[in-house]
């Protein structure tokens, strides 16, 4: 007889290979796990979002803002920024630059040089329709109305909805009715009829319509420019009181008058214009209305201009003693 054994008592072959090679498929499987979440980890550290801007940061900024018409320069380096539910008031005399800056907000007009940003993202607004869309509006001074057109046709004017298909297509006048009543008296302002022309209101009143139609269609920068220039006392603390009752909504204001009393009184913050440049910049808590007002007044060139018109003493009387 043999030794050999038979095959089924034989041990079977390569029993503790296969263990072994088990041992190292999970081994292998576990670093792949590892690696895999390594991966994973990095990846979505890589995907994470951006830093969203700060919560108080501007909607609109413009920094050192250069504008020449020919070998004129309108605007030399002018800053300026504009922050949700605040007032920024430019002030300044005739010829300070004030409406080439609303041009330039308003998509008017591009700027040479300097930055402007709206939402911390760099713009170039090459049209009025463009800076809308971004939430823009300005209202000038001369409120683009037409004065024999109803309330409501002029709230909707270049924006009317409309109902029906094809020819009879029509313009919804009942839902603008509605929406410019409502509109108004969101805004605090209570018309007797929105049908009468907007060329019987007063002035101050046409304005406040301006201002609602800009918050209606979402306005998120309202440029106002020289909303008092034309107005009684009366009239323009009615207007001012819907201004300040814009900034409470959270729209951001960009008041432009010559009238520092009336900036005072709503505005935040201030910039001074002169001859293009900037002749100053404030914050409410900082200056005093006395003090804005002599710096808008010319300050040192207000010292010279009374100076010079002190009055003279009086010659003595002819025949008089010396």
């Known amino acids: 007889m043999t030794d050999e054994q038979p095959e089924s008592a ?11 090679t088990g041992t190292n498929a999970g081994a292998a499987g576990t670093t792949a796990g590892a690696d895999a979440e390594a991966d994973a980890g990095a990846a979505s550290e890589s995907a994470a979002p951006a830093e969203q801007p700060a919560a108080d940061a501007p909607l609109l900024r413009l920094e050192k803002v250069t504008k020449s018409y020919g070998n004129v320069a309108a605007l030399s380096e ?74 409501w046709r002029n709230f909707f004017l270049g924006s009317e909805p409309r109902v029906g298909r094809g020819p009879l297509r029509r313009l919804d006048v009942a839902e603008m009715r509605r929406t410019t009543r409502r509109a108004l008296l969101r805004m605090g302002i209570d018309l007797r009829d929105v049908d009468q022309p907007i060329g019987t209101l007063s002035g101050g009143e046409r304005q406040c319509v301006a201002i609602a139609r800009a918050v209606h269609f ?59 440049e900037m002749a100053g910049s404030h914050a409410k808590e900082s200056i005093t209305l006395d003090r804005l007002t002599r710096e808008m007044a010319g300050g040192s060139e207000l010292d010279e201009l009374s100076h010079e018109l002190e009055r003279s003493p009086a010659p003595p009387p002819p025949g008089s003693a010396a």
């Open 10 to 20: 034989r041990p079977e072959q390569g029993a503790h290979p296969a263990e072994d």
């Open 218 to 276: 979402g306005a998120r920068v309202l440029v106002l420019d020289e909303p008092t220039a034309a107005l009684g006392v009366k009239q323009s603390g009615v207007v001012l009181k819907y201004v300040a009752a814009a900034r409470d909504e959270g729209i951001g204001v960009v008041l432009i008058t010559h009238n520092p009393h009336h900036a005072y009184l709503v505005g935040d913050r201030f910039v001074l214009l002169k001859r293009g």
């Open 78 to 151: 002018v800053s300026l920024d504009v922050h949700a539910g605040s007032v920024s008031c430019v002030l300044g005399d005739n010829g300070a630059g004030k409406s080439t800056l609303i041009k330039i907000i308003a998509g008017l007009h591009p700027h040479d040089s300097g930055t402007y940003t709206i939402d911390g993202e760099p713009a170039r607004l090459g049209s009025p329709r463009e800076a809308l869309d971004r939430g823009i509006a300005t209202v000038y001074q001369d409120l683009a109305v037409v004065p024999l057109m109803p309330v």
